[in-house]
């Protein structure tokens, strides 16, 4: 199969649920304390500038490097961060639920230490099965997300072969997506998750260079965020998943 030019992934700006998780976790609350369901959380006024100073970084790009398609989560924050960073643009961006967030079953909107105080077992079971294969009840393992992913791949690869596209989407995807492209094994994912939090509106991408594969240009990059003076979200404030 044909390979892609380009594929770039950003993950969305701060959301409001990054805030609230950072408090909680913060205070050592055992919920976080959401007021929407996980797909219609929105951007925080940080996360929309960080948005807005990632579409004026794709628009400084020369125009053999931009985007020629983008397809963004179906969830309001990755939405509205595409609308925002693309408006301007004119590059066609469609949404795709593959590309949604990883969801956690009954463990959404638990902190960690809410896990641990109210999932004892389930606390148990993760670190027993790891990572990787763990699926809490109700929920995704990182292996379902990169069932979706696969498939998402093998038809941007069959429909845009030769061109460049850009995914908005989660943090869990960005992981998931190295995993897939460089043929990561597990061992390899898992110490990259530990080395790594996926800043918010931050820019991971592979290109071919002429080559026949994919090979990665940049990960987690928040320079653009930088340079323009938007701050970037701190380390310490990305929503920390609990499983």
């Not at 044909?2 to 976790?25: D, F, K, Q």
């Not at 929105?42 to 004026?56: F, N, Y």
């Not at 898992?190 to 991971?204: G, H």
Request: include cysteine; aromatic fraction near 6%; proline fraction near 6%.
């Amino acid at each position: 199969m044909a390979e892609l030019a380009a594929l770039w992934i950003v993950r969305h700006g701060e959301s409001t649920a990054n805030v609230a998780a950072a408090r909680a976790e913060s205070s050592g609350a055992e919920l976080i304390g959401l007021t929407h369901r996980d797909a219609d959380v929105p951007l925080s006024p940080t996360g929309e500038e960080q948005a807005r100073a990632t579409g004026r970084w794709l628009a400084g790009l020369p125009p053999h490097r931009r985007p020629d398609v983008a397809v963004t989560s179906p969830y309001l924050r990755a939405v509205r961060t595409a609308e925002l960073a693309l408006d301007g643009t004119g590059i066609p961006v469609s949404r795709d639920e593959r590309l949604r967030d990883r969801e956690l079953g009954v463990l959404d909107g638990l902190t960690p230490h809410g896990v641990r105080a109210r999932y004892p077992d389930e606390a148990e079971r993760r670190t027993r099965l790891g990572k990787f294969y763990y699926r809490p009840p109700g929920g995704e393992a990182w292996t379902d997300v990169a069932l979706r992913l696969r498939a998402l791949l093998g038809d941007l690869r069959r429909d845009h072969a030769g061109r460049r596209v850009v995914l908005f989407g989660h943090d869990a995807l960005v992981f998931v997506l190295r995993y897939l492209v460089e043929g990561l094994t597990e061992a390899e994912l898992v110490a990259l998750t530990r080395q790594d939090l996926i800043m918010n509106c931050a820019v991971t991408g592979w290109s071919t260079g002429g080559a026949d594969r994919l090979a990665l240009d940049c990960f987690n990059d928040v320079s653009h965020l930088r340079q323009e003076g938007t701050p970037p979200t701190r380390e310490d404030e990305v929503r920390a998943k609990p499983v």
